[in-house]
């Protein structure tokens, strides 16, 4: 009778203390929220629809003169885990693209254009501006569609993920910004010229890392690049606009 009880006390100990690290653990369910922001540069690439010299030639000046501008971004998603490898993800989202040029007094000579939106500008004040600053943006909602890849063990994981998003033009800003001398600085927003278009899919790349602290939360940093696919106006000289941002997310299992 001893040594059964004996032999029974280790098999009775490991189902206890299994029992108590089942109801410590968190339960393993597939759906998850999220939330992530980032933050990094924002250019275009330009492109010559008409096929001719002309517009060869504009393109080669602007690439000269303007240069990236800041991107931002975040928004929220719903992912399903299919596998300890794979989930899908949707969610939506806000998007800053742009570019910018700027523009010295100092590289000007009489009866250069200073804006290249508008051709020349007439100082209606004492004093002209040192510089200019000129930046095209545009703000989108997204609607991101992907798959997010997890590899590893432990609390540090690689995190990847591959998607597009639909996007709709939200506005379109022209931004003038001027600098004087002693240092005071005046902003503008003008209406854009142009027609932009209201639709635009983007589809987007990450990889990065993950970290799982324990329980349901977890994070992650990703570099993410996104690309316009779609043209933003139909012009003779037109652009798609691209993106790389450093994104941190937070993510919380249901």
């Avoid at 280790?10 to 597939?30: E, I, K, M, N, Y």
């Avoid at 989202?93 to 590289?107: E, K």
């Avoid at 998607?163 to 003008?190: I, K, W």
């Avoid at 639709?199 to 349901?216: E, K, Q």
Wanted: proline fraction near 6%.
């Amino acid at each position: 009778m001893d040594r059964t009880i004996s032999a029974l006390l280790p098999a009775v100990s490991l189902c206890l203390l299994g029992t108590v690290h089942a109801q410590d653990a968190v339960p393993v369910a597939r759906w998850s929220i999220g939330a992530s922001i980032g933050s990094g540069g924002a250019y275009r690439t330009l492109i010559n629809t008409a096929g001719s010299e002309l517009a060869d030639r504009i393109i080669a000046i602007r690439d000269d003169r303007e240069h990236p501008d800041l991107a931002i971004g975040g928004g929220f998603h719903v992912a399903y885990r299919l596998s300890d490898r794979f989930s899908l993800e949707a969610g939506v989202a806000y998007a800053r693209f742009g570019y910018a040029h700027s523009v010295d007094l100092s590289d000007l000579t009489f009866g250069d254009p200073i804006d290249p939106r508008r051709g020349f500008i007439y100082n209606t004040g004492d004093v002209p501006p040192e510089s200019w600053r000129f930046v095209d943006r545009f703000h989108y909602l997204e609607v991101p569609i992907g798959v997010v890849m997890e590899l590893g063990q432990g609390r540090w994981r690689s995190s990847s993920s591959l998607g597009v998003a639909p996007a709709f033009l939200l506005a379109a800003q022209d931004l003038t910004v001027s600098t004087y001398a002693d240092g005071r600085v005046e902003r503008e927003r003008f209406e854009p010229l142009e027609d932009y278009a209201a639709f635009n899919l983007i589809p987007y790349f990450s990889t990065g890392v993950s970290m799982h602290p324990g329980g349901r939360w977890n994070w992650s940093l990703r570099p993410t690049f996104r690309y316009g696919a779609l043209k933003l106006i139909d012009a003779p000289v037109s652009g798609r606009v691209y993106s790389m941002t450093l994104d941190l997310g937070v993510q919380f299992t249901l």
